[in-house]
């Protein structure tokens, strides 16, 4: 297959660094091209062991201690940040990893962790107007040219005469991904800003869908079909035999028969043949979601089912 193999992680249910740095290092030397987290401050479910890990802090603690994988959120809230500090930051990773990072931002949609650590949580309609115009600022400062000022006329985030410093090491700035099924908004955001489009945790038939609703949009912009990359994030789950399939179900807390329904769940060939519907269904990209920080063993057998 020539679909693209990212490991993507979920620190807010209890891992710490030292969890991260094992996975992380465990993806890379097994192939996999990339190592994602989300952005949370609070679990969902369980008691979040000793607590969350900042997103940004951690892949900077990566950025240098591992050589080829690329780093990136799936996704950074826009109400955590002010989009030019998070500019600062992004840029800062970039460079401490060589080019390896990239940027997915959203809007925020989980209350409880805002109300848990005093973040404002507007309503949703402003949250997407603050995330648009944290696109316009990021991308604004990364693109101005060295010698240069930036300056934004914002109703949120206004910004006069900025240096537009730090820059990324990759050229155009660091990619930015933007995911969602929303029919209006995310799709012409997308099209916009994004190199990257996801369509998260829906079945291959409705990330196909999404798809071709965000290209359409992209080439009604002006865009060349091709330019937006189209990617799903699926939970992975593979085991050799029931016994160890059931194990692992166990051990995040999800009935295997529901996995196996509505995530990539089974025997090496069966988790072969799911990511096979996805890249028939337009997916150049996979975020295999890996729930068990600590079976290092489940990722060589992922690598096993679905690396060539």
């Avoid at 002010?82 to 990072?101: E, H, K, N």
């Avoid at 080439?219 to 029931?242: K, Y």
């Avoid at 025997?267 to 990209?285: C, L, M, N, W």
Wanted: charged residues 20%; aromatic residues 8%.
């Amino acid at each position: 297959m020539t679909v693209d193999l990212r490991i993507f992680t979920e620190p807010q249910q209890g891992a710490t660094y030292d969890d991260l740095l094992a996975v992380a290092r465990a993806a890379e030397a097994l192939g996999f091209s990339g190592f994602f987290r989300s952005d949370h401050y609070l679990a969902m479910g369980g008691d979040g062991g000793a607590g969350p890990t900042d997103a940004w802090t951690t892949l900077a603690g990566l950025a240098r201690e591992t050589s080829t994988i690329r780093l990136g959120t799936l996704v950074t809230s826009a109400t955590f940040r002010l989009p030019g500090p998070l500019a600062i930051q992004v840029a800062g990773v970039d460079r401490m990893s060589g080019g390896r990072v990239e940027l997915g931002l959203g809007a925020g949609w989980f209350e409880a962790e805002h109300t848990a650590y005093g973040i404002p949580f507007p309503p949703l309609g402003e949250r997407f107007d603050r995330l648009e115009e944290q696109l316009a600022v990021i991308t604004g400062l990364w693109a101005t040219e060295p010698g240069k000022t930036f300056s934004h006329n914002g109703t949120h985030y206004p910004v006069v005469d900025s240096p537009a410093l730090a820059k990324p090491t990759q050229d155009g700035g660091v990619p930015i991904i933007i995911g969602g099924g929303g029919k209006r908004r995310t799709p012409a955001l997308a099209a916009r800003y994004a190199a990257e489009f996801n369509a998260p945790f829906v079945s291959a038939t409705e990330a196909g869908r999404l798809f071709e609703r965000v290209r359409a949009v992209a080439c009604d912009a002006g865009r060349e079909p091709g330019a937006l990359t189209c990617s799903a994030a699926q939970v992975v789950c593979v085991g050799g035999d029931e016994a160890t399939l059931r194990r692992r179900a166990d051990a995040i807390g999800r009935d295997l028969d529901e996995l196996r329904a509505n995530g990539l769940a089974g025997s090496p060939d069966e988790v072969a043949t799911k990511i096979a519907t996805f890249e028939a269904a337009g997916a150049q990209r996979l975020y295999l979601q890996v729930l068990d920080l600590t079976d290092l063993d489940h990722l060589a057998d992922i690598a096993d089912a679905a690396l060539e």
